[in-house]
């Protein structure tokens, strides 16, 4: 085969500069005894994790130079630049299955945020976790004393549900739920929107109310944290644990083709053409699977999905306006930075040691607007936060636009989806489920799950 097989850990591919050149098909059978998996993000990489418990091979084909899917992290003279704003909830029930928190070195930040109201900042804190700043943030302007009883509420009722319960429960917009709650207006626009708006990147809060119950009773019972060496290591910690010779990188599918029930072919880019008679498992972002199926449209009917904009600078430390792991959220209701944090704060590793780095994320792509403008806007915005002196040293270090962020999950949704498309043929990812990393997990598993029940190799 032209892609030599590597570890995970090395992340290196060397192939034969030709092979795309390849005119005609070059049929491989030497794999047919093993499931395919096309995606090494989460979804997929959970999916080879549950194949590989369970001793069935399989081989994991990814069409980029790492695994991770959108959850990446650069390396850019000697910053972390995770690839956009991403939170790691430690609550997540089935990454906590999964995942080694410990070797992760995960770094917590501060629980709750300051919001930019006014021409100056408000703290709103966890009062389990913060009493006295809780306390103390009752008179500010970001929200009533009701506001926050009802927060307690809201606290209370998630937790008395299960999983299952939230996600087949009734559903509204976030918007909607909280207004029938009985949120004032101005907590709602002060905090909800920019928090939960940078949550779900969707500023008008349209999401379903399943996805917010979720992520708040994970909110209360764990903490917001990022791994150490970058978000990127979560992936990374997942690939480690697999067969050396079961990752393919560098290998772009261009379709599927589902001969039978018992085999089918998957034809790469270089013009070679995988066999398989165990199954396939679809582990790609919603729009990729339309171009893999042709003629197989998944939902006609879909959502625009939802996209977003990180840029990073870097600063010397004496020149950021805290110390504290704190996330900064736009409640002024004007202007394009939804949030921003100081990621050095919350993990020193993330810079050299003289300096900091600071995120700042919008919501949207703002796809008219060149990165110079919208770097300058941002410079600005930002300015009339910390003042034009500091942040006029910072320096701009990357703009991030991605364009398909998460899946659109307003009402009305199905967070339960059958990952069977047909057979010998399965779907995951976080659109099959909710768009977290949690729901990427979940979907992983349910599509090696159900390939296993319908192939009899699922160990009772």
């Given at each position: ?121 408000h ?7 913060h ?38 429960a ?22 909800f ?10 500023k008008?809060?349209?999401?379903s ?57 998957v ?41 977003t ?60 607007v ?58 995951c ?32």
């Amino acid at each position: 085969m032209p892609v030599t097989l590597l570890s995970p850990l090395s992340f290196k591919i060397k192939f034969n500069p030709q092979a795309t050149a390849l005119k005609t098909p070059q049929f491989n059978t030497l794999n047919k005894d093993k499931v395919i998996i096309i995606g090494a993000g989460l979804a997929g990489l959970a999916a080879a994790t549950k194949l590989h418990s369970q001793n069935i091979p399989f081989l994991l084909l990814e069409a980029s130079d790492a695994v991770g899917g959108r959850v990446r992290t650069d390396t850019l003279n000697g910053f972390l630049l995770d690839r956009g704003f991403q939170i790691f909830i430690t609550a997540y029930p089935e990454a906590q299955k999964l995942l080694d928190y410990n070797a992760l070195n995960l770094q917590k930040f501060y629980s709750g945020a300051k919001i930019f109201h006014n021409g100056r900042f408000h703290t709103v804190a966890d009062p389990l976790r913060h009493f006295g700043d809780s306390l103390n943030s009752l008179a500010n302007p970001i929200g009533s004393a009701l506001d926050k009883l009802l927060i307690g509420l809201t606290r209370i009722r998630v937790l008395s549900k299960s999983d299952e319960e939230i996600f087949s429960a009734g559903e509204v917009s976030v918007l909607d739920l909280l207004k029938s709650i009985g949120f004032s207006e101005s907590i709602i626009e002060r905090f909800f929107k920019p928090f939960f708006g940078g949550i779900f990147f969707d500023k008008e809060l349209e999401t379903s109310s399943r996805l917010f119950d979720f992520i708040f009773k994970c909110l209360a019972l764990g903490d917001n944290t990022i791994p150490a060496k970058g978000i990127g290591e979560i992936p990374n910690q997942l690939a480690a644990k697999l067969p050396s010779d079961s990752i393919l990188l560098n290998t772009k599918v261009v379709s599927v083709d589902l001969n039978s029930r018992n085999s089918a072919n998957v034809w790469l880019q270089n013009g070679e053409v995988l066999n398989t008679e165990l199954g396939i498992i679809l582990a790609v972002e919603e729009p990729e699977v339309d171009k893999l199926l042709p003629g197989k449209e998944l939902n006609p009917q879909r959502k625009k999905f939802r996209s977003t904009v990180c840029l990073y600078f870097s600063a010397n430390r004496d020149k950021i306006p805290v110390q504290d792991p704190v996330l900064f959220l736009n409640g002024s209701g004007k202007g394009i930075v939804n949030n921003m944090f100081f990621a050095t704060n919350v993990a020193p590793s993330y810079a050299p040691s003289d300096k900091a780095l600071v995120s700042v994320s919008l919501i949207g792509l703002f796809e008219d607007v060149s990165d110079d403008n919208l770097r300058d806007e941002v410079i600005r915005e930002i300015s009339g936060w910390f003042g034009s002196e500091m942040v006029g040293s910072w320096e701009h270090l990357r703009t991030y636009r991605i364009r398909f962020a998460q899946p659109n999950q307003s009402p009305p949704t199905n967070l339960m989806k059958n990952p069977k498309r047909e057979s010998g043929l399965y779907l995951c990812g976080d659109y099959m489920t909710s768009a977290t990393f949690d729901g990427a997990l979940v979907s992983g598993r349910r599509a090696a799950e159900a390939l296993m029940r319908e192939r009899a190799l699922l160990s009772v």
